[in-house]
């Protein structure tokens, strides 16, 4: 197939229902309008969504990006907390790169695997290592 792209789209009308989300759960405004052969395009309706486009523009209907909830692990900000050293080490790391560190201790289910987690990333903390500098 190919496809015209609208930035927007979630904002159109859409009453035929010929855009798609390309990603479920994952695309918030971005919509497709999906074609498998050239005769199927419909110059007016493609015209007329287009249009639909610029004036939703126009007035300003923009989709905001939602930023990411930051997740504090409570395991690791104790161990923060007791360990100046680890602290410190820990400051010099961009928010986003603390926010990793965080969520991996997070995403463990049971306290043993997050304590273990916490041992395994000292460290690389101390060493100024992110989470997942190894795979740049």
């Avoid at 792209?5 to 904002?11: S, T």
């Avoid at 999906?34 to 639909?52: C, G, H, Q, S």
Wanted: charged fraction near 35%.
């Amino acid at each position: 197939y190919f496809g015209i792209w609208f930035y927007n789209g979630v904002f159109l009308k859409d009453d035929s229902k010929e855009l798609v989300n390309a990603q479920e759960g994952v695309t918030k405004s971005l919509r497709q309008w999906r074609f498998n052969t050239i005769e199927e395009v419909n110059e007016k309706k493609v015209l007329a969504y287009i249009v639909e486009a610029i004036e939703n523009e126009k007035a300003g209907k923009i989709s905001k990006p939602t930023t990411k909830k930051t997740v504090i692990s409570v395991e690791l900000q104790e161990e923060l907390n007791n360990n100046d050293t680890l602290a410190k080490a820990m400051t010099q790391f961009s928010l986003a790169k603390q926010r990793e560190f965080h969520e991996y201790i997070e995403e463990a289910k049971r306290e043993a695997t997050k304590l273990t987690r916490i041992e395994k990333i000292k460290p690389m903390i101390l060493d100024g290592i992110g989470l997942n500098d190894r795979y740049k």
